[in-house]
């Protein structure tokens, strides 16, 4: 069975900094991972899909990295801004009947100080 | 612009009383879910519907129903049979259900609902 961790829970840095967020999962088994950004009592937003075949999708300040062999997945947001705080969450989709289905991990709550 | 949205924001209810969150998409997406999100869970996947007339159960199915009458709406009721209802409702859609159609195309998400059972 599918299980996705995202550690740390939480995560507070200044302004400007370099951060990498990390997702692993249990089963490689996977057809894509979507990385979401979730703002307080608000929806989830996709920042950025990789395929299964794919290596990293990057899109603005955000580049995301895929190692399927190892179950890992990092978000790296450079130059981070107090507009980046929100909760980051990936999700992985299964190959098989049965496990199209995301699976989410409960989320990294980031926290960018001015 | 195209979206999901969901109705009502915030819905309070007695306990014992049913109750339907509304979600639209003019995405023209065949795939629509209903997700449940608690404090320090993932998101738990509800029901899911592949394209009209169909619907299967997901994780946490016990005291909901949903209906999918037109491509564009997928209606989920909290029955009185739900023990916990309390929750954040998150209504997402896809082109397709199958990933082989879905290539390199998202999850979208719903604003969410917020129901308060007392």
């Known amino acids: 069975k599918q299980e996705v961790t995202q550690i740390p829970a939480a995560l507070s840095v200044p302004e400007g900094e370099n951060l990498v967020l990390n997702c692993s999962f249990t089963?490689?088994?996977?057809?894509?991972l979507q990385w979401f950004r979730q703002d307080p009592g608000k929806g989830l937003t996709s920042l950025l899909l990789i395929q299964s075949s794919q290596r990293e999708q990057t899109s603005g300040r955000l580049n995301a990295s895929l190692d399927k062999s190892s179950g890992r997945s990092t978000l790296y947001i450079a130059a981070s801004q107090p507009g980046d705080s929100a909760t980051y969450l990936c999700?992985?989709?299964?190959?098989?009947?049965?496990?199209?289905?995301?699976?989410f991990g409960t989320g990294t709550r980031l926290k960018v100080l001015a | 612009d195209g979206g999901i949205t969901q109705s009502p924001k915030y819905l309070f209810r007695k306990e014992g009383q049913n109750v339907t969150l509304s979600c639209e998409q003019n995405l023209n997406h065949d795939a629509m879910y209903w997700y449940r999100q608690d404090p320090g869970q993932g998101l738990r996947l509800i029901y899911y519907s592949q394209i009209v007339n169909d619907f299967q159960k997901g994780d946490i199915a016990e005291g909901y129903s949903v209906s999918r009458e037109k491509k564009e709406s997928f209606p989920l009721t909290v029955t009185s049979a739900q023990k916990n209802p309390t929750a954040f409702y998150l209504c997402a859609s896809s082109i397709a259900h199958r990933p082989e159609r879905t290539y390199n195309s998202p999850l979208h998400f719903g604003n969410g609902t917020r129901l308060t059972v007392t």
């Open positions: 089963d490689s088994a996977i057809y894509n």
């Open positions: 999700a992985v989709r299964g190959t098989t009947s049965g496990t199209y289905k995301y699976i």
